[in-house]
T-cell receptor, first 112, second 110 residues
Framework: NAGVTQTPKFQVLKTGQSMTLQCAQD?????MSWYRQDPGMGLRLIHY???????DQGEVPNGYNVSRSTTEDFPLRLLSAAPSQTSVYFC???????????FGPGTRLLVL | EDQVTQSPEALRLQEGESSSLNCSYT??????LFWYRQDPGKGPEFLFT???AGEEKEKERLKATLTKKESFLHITAPKPEDSATYLC???????????FGAGTRLFVKA
């Protein structure tokens, strides 16, 4: 099993550009989440999904969109990038009935 | 409001020098408290889940304990390979969201 994979590993954007961060898992987990991690702060939940076709907002959803058309994939879309979105983004998956989250390796995003 | 505070922010130890990391939490009802390890440039890796006060779990040189307000991660005779950031997180009953602390960066010098 590859676990949770994320692409790209690193991306530079200009203010106003849009992009999609990809996340995929091969563990057949129902739950998936997106977090951002900033220096001196804990991981903050952006959006999450409890199953295909079901998504909800987390703590810091503004400026981001998600969709969940399959169990395996959970892409995160930045609609119009801003410097405040410079961060490291982590995707995580979790099996129903279990509390353990499995994290991907992260995407480092720099918005100029 | 659910909240997690970790201390210290950073901890420097000599190899073999035992110590503890603290995680203070406020949550409406605790479903679980989690400890993760994060190496530089990588995603967090699960270590422990604790569910109720008095519970303890061990893994190699690490031991996690839980009270009604705090959790401790005890590191016994640490080695340089234990150097990492240790994250604490809580999940409230009836909810899905997990609240993370900012982490403790541990440096173990040989």
């Amino acid at each position: 099993n590859a676990g949770v994979t994320q692409t790209p590993k690193f991306q530079v954007l200009k203010t106003g550009q849009s992009m999609t961060l990809q996340c995929a898992q091969d563990m057949n987990h129902e739950y998936m989440s997106w977090y951002r991690q900033d220096p001196g702060m804990g991981l903050r939940l952006i959006h999450y999904s409890v199953g295909a076709g079901i998504t909800d907002q987390g703590e810091v959803p503004n400026g981001y969109n998600v969709s969940r058309s399959t169990t395996e994939d959970f892409p995160l879309r930045l609609l119009s990038a801003a410097p405040s979105q410079t961060s490291v983004y982590f995707c995580a998956s979790q099996d129903r009935g279990q509390e353990t989250q499995y994290f991907g390796p992260g995407t480092r995003l720099l918005v100029l | 409001e659910d909240q997690v505070t970790q201390s210290p922010e950073a901890l420097r130890l000599q190899e073999g020098e035992s110590s503890s990391l603290n995680c203070s939490y406020t949550v409406s009802g605790l479903r679980g408290l989690f400890w993760y390890r994060q190496d530089p440039g990588k995603g967090p890796e699960f270590l422990f889940t604790l569910y109720s006060a008095g519970e303890e779990k061990e893994k190699e040189r690490l031991k996690a304990t839980l009270t009604k307000k705090e959790s401790f991660l005890h590191i016994t005779a640490p080695k340089p390979e234990d150097s990492a950031t240790y994250l604490c997180a809580v999940q409230a009953t009836g909810g899905f969201k997990t609240i993370f602390g900012a982490g403790t960066r541990l440096f173990v010098k040989a």
